[in-house]
């Protein structure tokens, strides 16, 4: 079999390779690669298997917008008429036949960064073959579908806890795991669906100013923890401004005193800082399907 009529792909940072031995390599590294948004769809442990799956090259792929065609026609006359990838200047050049050539079955290997929105840094034949071996190691992770940017929250921004009415919040207040009980239900907001975890190295991506970026586990666990103390408080600020409730029978200020507590420990003990980073990203594993699926569609 010809290697350059088919290569192996990094299902985690979308690295590409034409040599088997090359791929293995990379997936053995003692640092892992970082994984980008697209890498989670699929389950932690196929990655490595399906990394090292044979992807032949399909023919007549357009090069500029990456639409497959069934014959060589029907590309040349898409280049000609309807791809809104190529300029008038290169019209001429890219309908020829002579660059016609194959390409992958799927999108070429990520640049470092992108913003969320349409790629407009297309390969074209000249750039393929170098596209299939590069390497990706920008902690910053591409996203290039669609996404509703306006209503996604960033991660370094609070919740929306719009949907949390002062019923729920007086529960979660007086929950005896109210720090993870209230990530729980912020998460089923899905703008506040923001983070991925890598199950497989020590960390995550997160979505912060319309792109996802690297973070470690620990950082990502520590950022969560603050938002979930500040919005507790905020919940404890609401159920006293509250006339729905009488004061007399609960005791606010004990229920204060023991949120500060929880929160005081966990910056201080690290037994308690390891037993939180297991119920949290238990948690925002429980969401990774709906993360990606949103994240990918937009709403």
């Not at 031995?21 to 890498?39: A, G, P, Q, Y």
């Not at 119920?279 to 709906?290: G, Q, S, V």
Request: aromatic letters at 8%; glycine letters at 2%; proline letters at 0%.
């Amino acid at each position: 079999m010809d290697i350059n009529n088919s290569y192996y792909e990094c299902k985690r940072c979308f690295h590409r390779t034409y040599q088997k031995i090359h791929m293995v390599k990379h997936l053995d590294k003692k640092n892992l690669c970082s994984r980008t948004f697209e890498s989670f769809k699929y389950k932690d442990e196929d990655l490595y298997d399906l990394s090292l799956i044979r992807i032949k090259i399909k023919k007549f792929v357009c090069l500029k917008c990456d639409k497959n065609f069934c014959n060589n026609n029907t590309l040349k006359r898409h280049i000609e008429k309807s791809c809104k990838k190529i300029d008038s200047q290169e019209e001429s050049n890219i309908s020829n036949d002579s660059n016609i050539i194959e390409a992958s079955e799927v999108v070429d290997s990520k640049p470092d960064t992108i913003q969320i929105g349409n790629n407009n840094d297309i390969s074209n034949s000249n750039n393929i073959n170098s596209n299939i071996n590069s390497n990706i190691n920008s902690n910053n992770i591409n996203v290039i579908n669609n996404i509703n940017i306006s209503i996604t929250k960033s991660f370094d921004e609070q919740w929306d806890t719009s949907g949390i009415d002062i019923n729920k919040k007086f529960s979660l207040l007086f929950a005896n795991s109210k720090f993870t009980k209230t990530l729980e239900n912020i998460l089923e907001n899905q703008v506040n669906l923001n983070v991925l975890i890598d199950n497989t190295s020590d960390d995550g991506i997160v979505f912060n100013d319309n792109k996802f970026i690297k973070m470690n586990v620990k950082e990502i666990v520590k950022q969560t923890m603050d938002k979930l103390h500040k919005h507790l408080i905020e919940f404890h600020s609401d159920i006293f401004d509250s006339n729905d409730f009488d004061k007399k029978c609960i005791d606010l200020k004990l229920n204060l005193q023991n949120i500060n507590t929880k929160y005081t420990d966990f910056t201080k003990s690290k037994d308690t800082q390891n037993i939180v980073k297991e119920y949290i990203t238990d948690i925002y594993n429980k969401k990774k399907n709906n993360t990606v699926d949103y994240i990918e569609k937009g709403y």
